[in-house]
Each structure stands twice: as C-alpha cells, then as structure tokens.
C-alpha cells in the first residue's frame, strides 16, 4: 500500500469519525484492518528482498562449483603432467646412471638455494 492511498484512508476515516457515521467496533475494526494492510506491505518488502537474495545465492553457488569443477580438472591434468615428468627421470635414470644422478641432485640443490635467497 503507498503512502498516497494510506493518506487518502486515513482522511476518510477520520471524515467519517468527526462526523459520527462509525461506531466504536467499526472504528476499531478499522484501524486494525489498516495495520493488517501496512503489515501485509512490510512483509511483501522483506519476502521480494529475500527472494532476490536467494537467486543472488544460487547464482554465485553454480558459479562457485563451475570453477571448482575446473580446478580438478586442471589438477587431474597436472597430476598427469607429474606422472609422465616421473617416469621420464626414471627412464633417464636407468639408462644414464651416476652421471646424471649428479646433474638432477645438483640442480635440485641450485634451484633450492636459488628460492631460499
């Protein structure tokens, strides 16, 4: 209910009170008809806002799973990376032996010392 049409009710019962035309149980009726209705128009307010706020809510959870679902799919892709990384220093190692065990042991230490400065 707008404020327009609350001043309009409001002058034509207190029109109709001056001039006598309610009785006491109408009178009270009304008015209570009247905080019925303004109630009413607080709770329409708060039920769109909280509907607006759940469709705010679901539309950031999908958004929120889409980009988890990405991200394993990225790790299952790294983790396949890592995999094939592994047996390719095993194959080296294997064929290669201490020689290259010493560069691989040397550059892990390098890129160590390299970080932690």
Not at 15 to 22: A, I, K, P, Q, Y
Not at 66 to 95: K, P
Request: net charge negative.
């Amino acid at each position: 209910m707008t404020m327009r049409s609350n001043k309009a009710n409001n002058s034509n019962y207190f029109s109709n009170l001056e001039s006598g035309n309610l009785s006491r149980g109408e009178t009270n009726s009304n008015i209570m008809e009247q905080q019925n209705n303004e109630r009413i128009a607080d709770l329409s307010e708060q039920v769109a806002r909280l509907k607006g706020l759940t469709i705010d809510i679901g539309n950031e959870v999908r958004e929120q799973n889409s980009l988890l679902d990405n991200m394993g799919d990225n790790f299952g892709n790294v983790g396949d990376l890592l995999n094939g990384t592994m047996r390719r220093i095993g194959t080296l190692l294997d064929r290669g032996g201490a020689k290259h065990m010493f560069y691989l042991v040397g550059f892990v230490v390098a890129v160590m010392v390299f970080l932690y400065w």
